[in-house]
């Protein structure tokens, strides 16, 4: 079975720059979780969707994050502009419903120089 | 989020057992999950607890006290690819999940 899938795996972008991260949730999941994780501030929720619809994005750090959910096998997570202090890895993961185990990708490097 | 505290880092010996401990707020609690992440890589899901009690897996256990809103992780026959940060989560309310900031486990040899 496919876990989940996400792309690029590594990014390198200059400040300013557009960013769009993409995860394909496990088939049949139904919650879908976008985190980042630093070494300062360890793995964070931004938002996470049920049945495609947003449920909770008050981790989304400002209005330069976005994140959508068109179709419950694919999301994007969008920085515009993108800065410094934005470079980590973000991982996105996916349950069967809220509370149960989260499986996660394997994780977007971002590094914005 | 909900003061999910845990360890920050733990040293122990090949072969030995170490027991890595997490408590959490117990208002809205619905249960505790464990999370192995080697650097660079993604966490991988170890253990999911909901009633009080011990869960065994192999090598691993992870413990839960409900009333005392207290976790631990039991590691035996310590090995070295066991090296490796271990994330303690909480889910709440059926609709939130929070992470621990991790407990950095080094084995030697």
């Known amino acids: 079975d496919a876990g989940v899938i996400q792309s690029p795996r590594h990014e390198v972008t200059e400040m300013g720059q557009e960013v769009t991260l993409r995860c394909k949730p496990i088939s049949g999941h139904n919650s879908l979780f976008w985190y980042r994780q630093t070494m300062m501030r360890g793995l964070e929720l931004l938002i996470y969707f049920n049945n495609n619809v947003p449920i909770d994005d008050s981790g989304m750090p400002e209005d330069r994050f976005s994140a959508k959910m068109p179709n419950a096998s694919f999301s994007t997570l969008k920085i515009q502009p993108s800065e410094p202090r934005d470079s980590a890895v973000y991982f996105c993961?996916?349950?069967?419903?809220?509370?149960?185990?989260?499986?996660f990708g394997e994780g977007s490097w971002l590094t914005v120089v | 989020g909900q003061n999910i505290d845990q360890p920050t880092e733990m040293t122990a010996t090949e072969g030995a057992i170490v027991q890595i401990n997490c408590t959490y707020q117990?208002?809205?609690?619905?249960?505790l999950f464990w999370y192995q992440q080697h650097a660079g890589e993604a966490p991988t899901f170890l253990s999911y607890?909901?009633?009080?009690g011990l869960e065994e897996k192999g090598r691993f256990s992870s413990f839960l006290s409900r009333s005392k809103g207290y976790s631990y992780l039991l590691l035996k026959e310590l090995q070295m690819k066991d090296s490796a940060s271990y994330l303690c989560?909480?889910?709440?309310?059926?609709?939130?999940?929070?992470f621990g900031s991790g407990t950095k486990l080094n084995v030697k040899p």
């Open positions: 993961a996916s349950s069967f419903f809220p509370g149960n185990t989260i499986y």
């Open positions: 117990t208002s809205g609690f619905n249960g």
């Open positions: 989560a909480a889910a709440y309310n059926f609709n939130k999940f929070y």
């Open positions: 607890n909901v009633l009080d």
